[in-house]
């Protein structure tokens, strides 16, 4: 819960810093949140309460190859994580994973999943647009997913 909690003080931090300046050219954007909970998720996992939470962090590495290092922070969800994945729909719709985010196996809550990615176009299409984009995070007790969150651009514009 400590660590939910540093990162969720983090992204406040990030939410501040990406706030544009009048009249100046912004770099784009290297790291992009999304905040998890289990009132967003379609559909409702009916086992999951309030408590169920996350946030997924992604930062661009390397803007040739589209490399993009991700890791996902998950608490009180029920049953075990068997995957997470980011999809391509707008707030309250459900579609077909995109890109598998492998949880690690065994870890239950914390840092559940850690790894990279490499997607030249996926990251220009999600600087476009990251309200079209959500994470979620699927257990055994709901396996269509038990937490999510739409992908938003929380990040520091320069790191």
């Known amino acids: 819960m400590k660590r939910l909690c540093v990162a969720l003080g983090a992204i406040a931090v990030l939410s501040v810093a990406s706030v544009p300046v009048a009249g100046a050219d912004q770099p784009p954007a290297k790291t992009f949140v ?18 169920a939470r996350g946030v997924a962090i992604f930062h661009v590495r390397d803007e040739a190859t589209g490399t993009v290092d991700f890791e ?18 707008p707030k309250g719709v459900a579609a077909p994973p995109l890109v598998p985010l ?33 994470v979620n995070v699927h257990t055994s007790v709901c396996p269509p997913g038990v937490i999510r969150g739409q992908l938003d651009d929380h990040g520091p514009l320069n790191n």
């Open 72 to 89: 996902v922070i998950a608490n009180n969800l029920p049953g075990t994580i068997t995957a997470a994945h980011v999809h391509m729909a």
């Open 102 to 134: 492998p949880p690690t196996p065994g870890v239950e809550h914390g840092v559940v999943a850690r790894g990279s990615f490499s997607s030249p176009g996926g990251v220009a299409t999600i600087r476009a647009h990251p309200d079209q984009f959500y």
């Open 34 to 51: 999304a905040v998890m909970t289990a009132a967003e998720e379609v559909p409702h996992c009916a086992q999951a309460t309030n408590a």
